[in-house]
């Protein structure tokens, strides 16, 4: 079975600085997805950005951008100049490929985005 | 949101009455997901749909049974709900496009069970 651990909490930052929120995974697959949500107060789930286990370059959707080290089984997200809108819930998830594409996420992690 | 209600939105319930939860798609995909929230847990599936008829069981399966009858809409029931079962619930379709498989989410349903 997969696990998702994120380790961290709660984290907080400055308005325009960057952050990092870090995940590990633990799997004997080879390939796989790998995906941060963001979840707002307004609860909704939004996917931020996906990664593909075979590919070795990293992903990057605007400011944000992921260090994906597959040896290491550890996907951090990296968000760049921080916005007040980037405040909310931060799900890393794990998705093995074919079969059923079942989701495992990790506990999530609460950023605060600080003017 | 690709498609995808819920409803109700909230709930409130007592101890042991029935609870139906009902989530709907309008683009005829094939897997469907339930999923339930807790603080400290993240999301765990409960159910998924992979076809009409075709259910399996999620990692928190206990007191919870589904049904899909039709492609857009995947129940997810509570036959005796109970205090434990207070949570937010997610619906979730798969999309496939190409290579990428890709997880959408519905607005989710608070329910609680008093």
């Known amino acids: 079975a997969q696990t998702v651990t994120q380790s961290q909490p709660e984290m907080s930052v400055q308005e325009a600085e960057t952050v990092t929120l870090s995940c590990t995974y633990d799997?004997?697959?080879?390939?796989?997805?790998l995906f941060w949500y963001k979840q707002p107060p307004s609860r909704q789930m939004i996917l931020v950005i996906r990664?593909?286990?075979?590919?070795?370059q990293n992903a990057t959707e605007n400011r944000f951008s992921v260090n994906f080290q597959k040896a290491a089984k550890s996907f951090s997200l990296k968000i760049s100049d921080s916005q007040l809108g980037d405040t909310a819930m931060y799900f890393c998830?794990?998705?093995?490929?074919?079969?059923?594409?079942?989701?495992?996420f990790g506990k999530g992690m609460k950023l605060t985005v600080n003017p | 949101d690709a498609g995808i209600t819920q409803s109700p939105r909230h709930k409130v319930t007592e101890t042991g009455t029935p609870v139906t939860l009902r989530c709907h798609q309008t683009?005829?995909?094939?897997?469907m997901y339930w999923y339930r929230q807790d603080p400290g847990h993240g999301l765990r599936l409960i159910h998924y749909?992979?076809?009409?008829?075709?259910?399996d069981k999620g990692e928190v399966s206990d007191g919870y049974s589904v049904s899909r009858s039709k492609t857009e809409d995947f129940l997810l029931t509570l036959e005796s709900a109970t205090s434990s079962q207070t949570s937010v619930y997610f619906c979730?379709?798969?999309?496939?496009?190409?290579?990428?498989?890709?997880?959408?989410f519905g607005p989710g349903t608070r329910l609680t069970v008093l």
């Open positions: 683009e005829n995909h094939r897997y």
């Open positions: 749909s992979y076809g009409v008829k075709d259910t």
């Open positions: 979730a379709i798969s999309t496939t496009s190409g290579a990428y498989n890709e997880q959408f």
């Open positions: 998830a794990f998705m093995k490929h074919g079969g059923s594409e079942k989701l495992v």
């Open positions: 799997t004997s697959e080879n390939n796989y997805y």
């Open positions: 990664q593909e286990a075979y590919k070795q």
